[in-house]
C-alpha cells in the first residue's frame, strides 16, 4: 500500500488546514484509515482514525476542532482542522491499518503543519 499526504503548511492561530492522505496499491476491503503527528521532541500521537464502516475516534486534544472523514470509492482519508492552535504544529502521517489475520501498518511521508502565535 502507497499513501499519499497532501495539505500541510503554515497558517495562524485560529485559522484552518485540511489534509488528505489517498491510498493505492493492495487495498483491503475493511482496514483503518487516520493521521498521526509528531512534534519535536515528542512521541508520535494518534490525532484521529476512521473504519471503513465509518466508526471514528479522536485525540481529547482535538475532539470539536477537527473532523476526519473519508471516502471508501477513492481510498481517501481526510482531515479537517478547525481553530488550530500552536500546539498543533507537528508533522502529520497518514496511516493506512490492515486488519487480521495479517496485520499490518502503512505510512505516509509526512506532512509539516505550523501554526503561528
Known amino acids: 500500500v502507497q499513501l499519499q499526504a497532501s495539505g500541510g503548511g503554515l497558517v495562524q492561530a485560529g485559522g484552518s488546514l485540511r489534509l488528505s492522505c489517498a491510498a493505492s496499491?493492495?487495498?483491503?476491503?475493511?482496514?483503518?484509515m487516520g493521521w498521526y503527528r509528531q512534534a519535536p521532541g515528542e512521541e508520535r500521537e494518534l490525532v484521529a482514525a476512521?473504519?471503513?464502516?465509518?466508526?471514528?475516534s479522536y485525540a481529547d486534544s482535538v475532539k470539536g476542532r477537527f473532523t476526519i472523514s473519508r471516502d471508501n470509492s477513492k481510498n481517501t482519508v481526510y482531515l479537517q482542522m478547525n481553530s488550530l492552535k500552536p500546539e498543533d504544529t507537528a508533522v502529520y502521517y497518514c496511516?493506512?491499518?490492515?486488519?487480521?489475520?495479517?496485520?499490518?501498518?502503512?505510512w505516509g511521508q509526512g506532512t509539516l503543519v505550523t501554526v503561528s502565535s
Open positions: 476512521i473504519t471503513t464502516g465509518g466508526y471514528i
Open positions: 496499491g493492495s487495498i483491503t476491503r475493511v482496514n483503518v
Open positions: 496511516i493506512f491499518r490492515r486488519p487480521p489475520p495479517t496485520p499490518y501498518d502503512y
